[in-house]
C-alpha cells in the first residue's frame, strides 16, 4: 500500500488551483472578480512601478492568495546576488503577503549583463557548491525558505557529471529550499535530452515540492519549445497525475504567457487539474 | 570548463548580433572557447548538433529584446517596420540590459537615435521617441491624489501669489520639434492615414489620472507656466513670468484662470505647498 502523502516540510499550504496574474486579463479580474483559488505574480513586473499594475496587485492581493515567481534573481550566475533585487523582492513579498517565493534553477547573466532568459546550468559539483550556497544566502536575506523552479532547457553540457534531478534533489536537501516543480518543463527537457520523465519525478523529494507548474509548449519536431502558448498535451497530464500521486496536493498553477486567451479559457485549462488533485489524499 | 568561464562565452554567444555560426567564431567567444572546441562543451541530441541547440537560445535573444522595445515604442516599431529588428539589436548592442527587469531597457533610446544616421528621418525618430518615453515613464509614476480645488480658493490672494503648486509625480512636458504627436494618434485611432514626418513647434503635457495616462497639446505660453510650476516657482513668479513674456508665449489673466480651472479638473497637481 503507498503511503498517504505528508505535505511540504515547510508548512506552505495547498493553495488550489490558480493562473498567472497577466496584464491582458487586469479589466476582467477588476470587474469580475471571478472564483479561483489563487494567483501567481511575476515580481519583477511590480517591484518599480506606482502605477496600475501596482493597483490592480494591492487589489488582487486583497482578495486572493498570491505567491511571487521572479525570473531575474539568477541563482546559479558567478555575478555577485543582486541586493537591490532581492530587497525588493523581499519588500513586495511582505506586501502582498506572499505565500512564498520562487525563482528558478538558472543563471541569466554575467558581466553586469541580463539576457532576460533562463540559460542552463550545468551538473557538476562546482555548480551544485555554488547553487547551493547562494540559495541558502537568499533564503537569509528573503527571511523565508526560497522555491527554486526546474528549468526547460535545449542544450547539455559534456561536462555535467549527474542528471538534472539529482543535483535539483540535491540542491533542495542541501540547502533547505522548496521546489516548484513544472511538469510541462521536465517533458520539455525530456524530449530535448532524451531521458525519462518518470524517472525525473521520483528522483524528487516530495516532500520539498510547494507547487507545480503547467503549461502548454512548441513542438518543433526536432526539439520542443517551452511557450507556455498553448494547452498542456496529454502526455503533461499524465506526468502531473503521476507527480500528484507521490506528493498528494500541492498548489498548482497554468501558465499562459503568449498568445493569452480569455481569462476562462486559462482558467478552464488550469481547473483540468481537479481531476488528478482529487485522485489524490489531500 | 569551471562555470564563471563558461557562463561568460555562452552569454557573448547568446547575445551575439549576428548569425551562430558567427556568434561562435566571435572574439569575445574564441578567447574563452575555439568554436572548433564546441563539442567538448555542448553535446548533440539525436536530431541537433550543438550549434543548432546554442542557436534555440541565441535566435531568441533579439526577439525577446524586440518585444521588449516594441512594448514601450509601438509607434518607433510601427515607422520603422521590418527596420524595427535591426534598431533592437543596434541598440541592445550599445545599450544591453543590466538591470532585473526590462521595463526600462529602452530608456536610452532617444539618445541613442541622436546618434545614428542608419534611421531616418532622424530628428523625428528622436522626437517621437522621446513622446514614447514620457508615456512609459508616467504609466510607471507612482500615484497621488489631485488637488482638491478648494484647496486653492481657501487661500488669500497675497498668500495664494507666495504659494507653490506641486504637479503629479507623472507629469512630463514634452516639447516637440516634429509631428510625432500626429503620428502616435493614426496609429492609436488605427486612421491607416498616417501623416508624413513634418517639422513644426508642438507643446505636449503628458500625466496620468486614475492610472491611464494621458497626453495634451498644449499652448506655448500654457507650455512655459507649467514648466515654471513643475520647476517650484512660486504662483506669483509663475504670472509675473508669464506676463513678461512676448507674442504666443504670453497668456492673458482670462487663460490664467480657465488653464488654472483646466489642469486641476484633470489632476495635474497633487498639492500647494503655503507660503
Redesign the interface.
Known amino acids: 500500500m503507498t503511503p498517504k502523502p505528508k505535505g511540504n516540510r515547510f508548512g506552505f499550504k495547498d493553495l488550489g488551483i490558480g493562473i498567472g496574474l497577466r496584464t491582458a486579463h487586469y479589466a476582467h479580474i477588476l470587474s469580475k472578480w471571478p472564483r479561483i483559488d489563487w494567483f501567481e505574480v511575476l515580481a519583477?513586473?511590480y517591484?518599480?512601478?506606482?502605477?496600475?499594475p501596482a493597483?490592480v496587485l494591492d487589489q488582487v492581493a486583497e482578495r486572493y492568495p498570491v505567491a511571487l515567481h521572479g525570473v531575474?534573481m539568477s541563482i546559479?550566475?558567478?555575478d555577485p546576488l543582486?541586493r537591490?533585487?532581492l530587497r525588493k523582492l523581499k519588500a513586495l513579498a511582505d506586501r502582498t503577503k506572499a505565500h512564498w517565493v520562487s525563482d528558478h534553477l538558472c543563471?541569466t547573466?554575467?558581466?553586469?549583463?541580463?539576457?532576460?532568459?533562463l540559460?542552463p546550468m550545468?551538473y557538476?559539483e562546482?555548480?551544485l557548491a555554488?547553487t547551493i550556497k547562494r540559495t541558502k544566502r537568499v533564503s537569509e536575506i528573503l527571511e523565508r525558505p526560497l522555491v527554486l523552479e526546474n528549468p526547460s532547457s535545449?542544450?547539455?553540457?559534456?561536462?555535467s557529471t549527474m542528471p538534472e534531478w539529482e543535483f535539483l534533489a540535491r540542491l533542495a536537501e542541501e540547502a533547505n529550499c522548496g521546489l516548484l516543480l513544472d511538469v510541462n518543463n521536465v517533458y520539455v527537457s525530456s524530449f530535448?535530452?532524451?531521458f525519462d520523465p518518470i524517472e525525473y519525478l521520483d528522483a524528487i523529494p516530495a516532500d520539498r515540492v510547494v507547487q507545480y507548474h503547467l503549461a502548454g509548449h512548441t513542438n518543433k519536431?526536432?526539439?520542443i519549445?517551452d511557450t507556455h502558448s498553448d494547452h498542456a498535451i496529454d502526455a503533461v497530464w499524465k506526468l502531473y497525475a503521476h507527480a500528484v500521486g507521490r506528493t498528494g496536493r500541492v498548489a498548482t498553477l497554468y501558465e499562459w504567457d503568449e498568445d493569452v486567451p480569455a481569462f476562462e479559457v486559462v482558467l478552464k485549462e488550469a481547473r483540468k487539474a481537479d481531476k488528478f488533485r482529487r485522485a489524490v489524499a489531500a | 570548463m569551471k562555470l564563471g568561464k563558461l557562463q561568460k562565452w555562452m552569454q557573448a554567444v547568446v547575445v551575439h548580433p549576428g548569425s551562430t555560426a558567427a556568434a561562435l567564431r566571435s572574439a569575445a567567444a574564441r578567447r574563452l572557447l575555439p568554436a572548433r572546441k564546441l563539442q567538448s562543451v555542448l553535446l548533440p541530441s539525436p536530431t541537433l548538433s550543438p550549434a543548432e541547440r546554442v542557436a534555440v537560445y541565441q535566435e531568441m535573444f533579439p526577439l525577446r529584446m524586440y518585444d521588449a522595445l516594441a512594448a514601450d515604442y509601438p509607434g518607433l516599431e510601427h515607422f520603422l517596420g521590418g527596420r524595427f529588428l535591426e534598431f533592437a539589436v543596434a541598440y541592445t548592442t550599445a545599450h544591453p540590459s543590466k538591470g532585473y527587469t526590462l521595463n526600462r531597457l529602452g530608456d536610452h533610446v532617444p539618445a541613442f537615435l541622436s546618434k545614428q544616421r542608419r534611421f531616418s528621418p532622424r530628428s523625428f525618430l528622436v522626437n517621437l521617441a522621446r513622446l514614447e518615453l514620457a508615456l512609459t515613464e508616467a504609466f510607471d509614476e507612482r500615484e497621488l491624489p489631485p488637488l482638491d480645488a478648494r484647496a486653492i480658493a481657501a487661500i488669500p490672494e497675497a498668500r495664494l501669489a507666495k504659494s507653490r503648486l506641486i504637479t503629479v509625480p507623472s507629469l512630463r512636458l514634452v516639447k516637440l520639434e516634429w509631428n510625432a504627436g500626429a503620428y502616435l494618434d493614426s496609429i492609436r485611432d488605427e486612421n491607416h492615414n498616417h501623416p508624413k514626418p513634418r517639422e513644426g513647434r508642438f507643446f505636449i503635457i503628458v500625466f496620468r489620472r486614475q492610472y491611464a495616462v494621458y497626453r495634451l497639446p498644449v499652448s506655448q505660453a500654457a507650455f512655459d507656466i507649467l514648466r515654471d510650476i513643475a520647476a517650484g516657482r512660486t504662483l506669483g513668479e509663475v504670472v509675473e513670468r508669464s506676463l513678461g513674456r512676448r507674442g504666443a508665449r504670453r497668456a492673458s489673466p482670462e487663460d490664467f484662470s480657465r488653464w488654472f480651472r483646466h489642469w486641476t479638473s484633470e489632476g495635474i497637481f497633487a498639492g500647494l505647498k503655503r507660503a
Do not use: Q
Not at chain 1, 517591484?47 to 496600475?52: L, P
Not at chain 1, 547573466?109 to 532568459?117: A, E, F, K, M, Y
Open positions: 519583477e513586473n517591484m518599480d512601478t506606482g502605477g496600475r493597483y531575474s546559479g550566475s558567478t543582486n537591490e533585487h543563471w547573466g554575467v558581466l553586469g549583463r541580463n539576457t532576460h532568459d540559460l550545468p557538476t562546482e555548480a555554488h535545449y542544450v547539455e553540457f559534456a561536462h530535448n535530452h532524451r519536431g526536432t526539439h519549445i
